[in-house]
């Protein structure tokens, strides 16, 4: 069965840090993985999908086949990267299994 | 931009009551879906549809149904709804196309008393 593991309920860090958010799924087939962010009082919103390789507000993400991970990462964290993080599998034709997600505080 | 409008921010209903959730997106989307958001549980999918008249369960839809009859409006519709029931619930469409990504709406919090 599909499942999507976030370890961490809470990430504090401090402005300026590394930050790592981890994710580890499980699925046997190709997975398709991506991460959303919802920010304080706004919708949940698309962050980045691995597909495409892309560089969203200095946060990126590598599949890790091997290891079934999908962590996404920032050298430097902001203030305003303070949201909750979700990592979602494609589990289904277009339906997302979502991890229990991961609260990002970052301190000034 | 895709827009997706649920009908009520906040609701309170009484144990017993049936319920209805309105979602509404303007983007044409064949795909809509119903998900409930609880802290420590993050996102479970409660029901989906690929089209008009068409549904699906998803992993967690006893006490829920859904109603679909036009492409762009997809209702949950909690029978008789309970106490286990209070939540935040998040409606969602996308394209027809397995990468495509979920737009969301502001979700609807409904505390059932």
């Known amino acids: 069965a599909q499942r999507v593991t976030q370890p961490e309920k809470l990430l504090s860090v401090f402005k300026g840090a590394p930050v790592e958010l981890k994710c580890n799924y499980s699925?046997?087939?190709?997975?398709?993985l991506f991460w959303y962010v919802q920010y304080s009082r706004q919708r949940l919103q698309l962050l980045l999908r691995?597909?495409s390789r892309e560089s969203i507000k200095g946060f990126t993400a590598d599949l890790n086949k091997g290891e079934t991970s999908f962590h996404l990462k920032k050298p430097f964290a902001q203030e305003e990267d303070s949201a909750m993080y979700y990592c979602?599998?494609?589990?289904?034709?277009?339906?997302?299994?979502f991890g229990k997600g991961t609260m990002l505080l970052v301190s000034p | 931009d895709v827009k997706v409008t649920q009908s009520s921010r906040y609701l309170v209903k009484r144990t017993g009551e049936k319920v209805f959730l309105e979602c509404v997106q303007d983007?044409?989307?064949?795909?809509m879906f119903w998900y409930r958001q609880d802290p420590g549980l993050g996102l479970r999918l409660i029901y989906f549809?690929?089209?008009?008249?068409?549904?699906e369960k998803g992993d967690i839809p006893e006490g829920y149904s859904v109603s679909r009859e036009k492409k762009e409006r997809f209702s949950l519709i909690l029978e008789s709804a309970s106490t286990n029931q209070t939540s935040m619930y998040l409606c969602?469409?996308?394209?027809?196309?397995?990468?495509?990504?979920?737009?969301f709406g502001n979700g609807t919090r409904l505390t059932v008393t």
């Open positions: 549809s690929y089209d008009v008249k068409m549904k």
């Open positions: 699925y046997s087939g190709s997975p398709e």
């Open positions: 979602a599998l494609l589990s289904g034709y277009s339906t997302l299994t």
């Open positions: 969602a469409s996308s394209r027809d196309s397995g990468v495509s990504p979920l737009h």
């Open positions: 691995h597909i």
């Open positions: 983007m044409d989307h064949e795909n």
